[in-house]
């Protein structure tokens, strides 16, 4: 039991750090993000920020998804515009320079490598150098 408690919480760490990297630089790209979801499925927790992203925690702690306002999701529900600020809608996904929406993608898969050079970075200063007696034996 301890052990698929604790891959849960790994997978949720990566999922939260992956995740978190497209979110950053949505934002930094002026994105409106509408939800940063840990876990898919029912929602358990929601809550709301000032800028209107709700952080929502599913029942189903398999993966993550950020979901970001696109000219795709207003097409499909146009009545949506109406929840949404002039800034926002011009803001859309795809009226970003290919280069921010590039960097929105590479943006995950980036932040866990740099979580992984940190992890390997802090485990290698941890391990010490073996004493010169440990050595000779």
């Given at each position: 039991?301890?052990?698929?408690?604790?891959?849960?919480?790994?997978?949720?760490?990566?999922?939260?750090?992956?995740?978190?990297?497209?979110?950053?630089?949505?934002?930094?790209?002026?994105?409106?993000?509408d939800?940063?979801?840990?876990?898919?499925?029912?929602?358990?927790?929601?809550?709301?920020?000032?800028?209107?992203?709700?952080?929502?925690?599913?029942?189903?702690?398999?993966?993550?998804?950020?979901?970001?306002?696109?000219?795709?999701?207003?097409?499909?529900?146009?009545?949506?515009?109406?929840?949404?600020?002039?800034?926002?809608?011009?803001?859309?996904?795809?009226?970003?320079?290919?280069?921010?929406?590039?960097?929105?993608?590479?943006a995950g898969?980036?932040?866990?490598?740099?979580l992984?050079?940190?992890?390997?970075?802090?485990?290698?200063?941890?391990?010490?150098?073996?004493?010169?007696?440990?050595?000779?034996?």
């Amino acid at each position: 039991m301890i052990t698929i408690i604790a891959f849960l919480i790994l997978l949720g760490v990566l999922v939260v750090i992956h995740e978190g990297g497209h979110f950053f630089v949505l934002r930094m790209c002026k994105v409106h993000v509408d939800r940063f979801s840990v876990g898919m499925g029912p929602v358990i927790y929601k809550k709301k920020d000032k800028k209107g992203t709700e952080f929502a925690l599913s029942a189903l702690p398999l993966g993550g998804y950020v979901s970001y306002l696109s000219k795709k999701a207003l097409d499909a529900e146009p009545e949506m515009k109406k929840n949404f600020t002039d800034e926002q809608l011009d803001n859309l996904f795809e009226t970003k320079p290919k280069w921010q929406r590039a960097a929105v993608m590479f943006a995950g898969p980036l932040a866990n490598f740099i979580l992984a050079v940190i992890i390997f970075t802090l485990s290698l200063i941890h391990i010490s150098e073996p004493t010169r007696q440990e050595a000779i034996s």
